[in-house]
């Protein structure tokens, strides 16, 4: 059983940045597929970055070129930078592998 934990949450102001991390305990890291969600009250959870074991990442359209998602195998950690923040962007962030979450970490962009 995959074990993950988030943090680096926060309030931040529009445009500014903010790098969440994701470790991972429980199982082999540097083979594990890694993704970001967000969700806001109400809403189902948003996909938002994903890295292959492999390193190959992918981002949907809303925070491609904003969002960049990377992996440090000997830290057993995610991570997620976010750059040029919207007050759309607030939400609660996980980490996900398959069916393991984390407990999210809350971002707040807002002036």
């Known amino acids: 059983q995959v074990q993950i934990v988030e943090s680096g949450g926060g309030l931040v102001q529009p445009g500014g940045s903010l790098r969440l991390s994701c470790t991972v305990s429980?199982?082999?890291?540097?083979?594990?597929?890694m993704a970001w969600y967000r969700q806001t009250p109400g809403t189902q959870r948003e996909w938002v970055a994903a890295?292959?074991?492999?390193?190959?990442?992918s981002y949907p359209d809303s925070v491609k070129g904003r969002f960049t998602i990377s992996r440090d195998n000997a830290n057993n950690t995610v991570y997620l930078q976010m750059n040029s923040l919207k007050p759309e962007d607030t939400a609660v962030y996980y980490c996900?592998?398959?069916?393991?979450w984390g407990q999210g970490t809350q971002v707040t962009v807002s002036s």
């Open positions: 996900r592998n398959r069916g393991s």
């Open positions: 890295i292959s074991s492999g390193g190959t990442t």
């Open positions: 429980g199982s082999d890291f540097s083979l594990l597929n």
